[in-house]
């Protein structure tokens, strides 16, 4: 008898625990209609997804405006019923922009937290750090960052949706050669001397070579200085007219601050996206007048990105600036996949649908996207704007446009 009912209790702990392993999961048919497969992340009400922005890093101020962009247009969607039935949860771990903290992040989101997808990883060493980790288990991912690490090679469940630093530098230099009619630059290049910077500079070095440009010097800064004074004595010595930085705000504001405290030293300063923001003006102050940008999203105030501004304020109380868009934007494509996905959401119908998706509305915030099987990266092309200390805006100088290298 009391065998019997070991046998019981045992076939109890069994079914129980067989019930707990589906909780979090549902489940969808398999091949040919066979076995169904539970889906990580995702029941008949919610899908769980993640995001790593650096919330106490070095891009401690880029972070906690990409995690409002997101949780913005999470809220929007949310507020008019979800996707197809559900609605979407985000559970956002700090990365601290640092490969260790992102594998620690990630194993907790993936394992623990037993999310669908990653909608934001910050740092391209940090998300380096994770490449293997999201493909062999299986995580549809996003970068807050556009390394070129991130799609070279091809990475089926890793999205880029911006434009990649390596055509931003090329963009830069387009800039100078084709906009300003600058056939012979004193070329320089001011870079952070790790994944990032270095995808910067190889867009500098490719594009300047596809228009017979040499450049004058080359000069790297440790990630997290606290100045750049020796580089910017270094790039006055040589020469350099012309300054295209692969850095972020901080480094962008302390370059042009520097430059204009030695005297003497006033070349054009272009830099990418993650130099575009509220910090660069707080540090740069006046010095920043005339600092340009590569840059692919909209600004606010524009009229394109009316509808957007409006839910960002609407749901975070803040208006639609770089790193908020940069968060938003992958939100954006992201629900524009499950939705095209369908009711039926599994790994596979959602990524089928990213790879499928065409002319995706961005309502402004950028180009519109397609992906496809062999691209998951969204664009080449890149605006050149202004900055305008006295009111603290961004003006657009030159149109959307491919570098030579993309053309």
Request: with cysteine; proline share 4%.
């Amino acid at each position: 008898m009391t065998s019997k009912n070991n046998l019981v209790k045992l076939l109890i702990c069994l079914i129980v625990t067989m019930l707990l392993a589906g909780r979090g999961t549902v489940e969808a048919a398999g091949p040919a209609g066979g076995e169904k497969v539970a889906t990580r992340g995702v029941t008949a009400n919610t899908i769980k997804i993640g995001m790593m922005p650096d919330l106490s890093g070095p891009y401690r101020a880029a972070g906690l405006e990409a995690r409002k962009g997101v949780e913005a247009w999470v809220k929007h969607i949310n507020d008019q019923g979800g996707i197809h039935g559900r609605k979407i949860q985000v559970i956002v771990e700090d990365n601290g922009g640092n490969p260790s903290t992102t594998i620690a992040a990630a194993n907790k989101l993936i394992f623990n937290d037993q999310v669908f997808a990653i909608l934001g990883v910050h740092g391209a060493s940090a998300f380096e750090a994770i490449f293997d980790l999201v493909e062999k288990e299986k995580v549809p991912t996003f970068s807050l960052g556009y390394s070129t690490s991130n799609f070279k090679p091809f990475k089926k469940m890793i999205f880029v949706i911006g434009t990649p630093y390596y055509y931003q530098a090329a963009r830069a230099v387009t800039y100078i050669v084709e906009d300003l009619k600058i056939s012979k630059p004193k070329l320089a290049v001011l870079y952070q001397d790790d994944a990032f910077g270095r995808d910067f500079l190889h867009g500098v070095r490719d594009e300047a070579k596809a228009h017979g440009i040499t450049i004058l010097k080359e000069e790297p800064y440790v990630r997290g200085a606290r100045e750049v004074n020796s580089q910017v004595a270094s790039l006055k010595r040589a020469g350099a007219e012309q300054v295209i930085l692969g850095a972020i705000y901080v480094h962008a504001a302390l370059f042009v601050r520097e430059a204009a405290r030695i005297g003497d030293f006033n070349p054009l300063v272009i830099g990418p996206n993650p130099t575009v923001g509220d910090v660069f003006f707080d540090i740069a102050k006046e010095a920043g007048k005339g600092y340009k940008a590569a840059d692919c999203f909209g600004k606010p105030g524009e009229k394109e990105i009316a509808e957007v501004e409006a839910i960002t304020k609407k749901y975070e109380n803040i208006l639609p600036l770089e790193f908020v868009l940069m968060g938003i934007t992958n939100a954006q494509v992201f629900t524009a996949g499950l939705e095209k996905a369908g009711k039926n959401l599994t790994l596979d119908n959602f990524i089928k649908a990213m790879e499928s998706l065409k002319d995706v509305d961005m309502k402004g915030t950028m180009p519109n996207v397609s992906l496809s099987a062999v691209k998951h990266h969204s664009t080449t092309e890149s605006v050149i704007y202004e900055a305008d200390p006295a009111t603290r805006t961004w003006k657009k100088v030159s149109p959307l446009k491919n570098p030579k290298i993309a053309r």
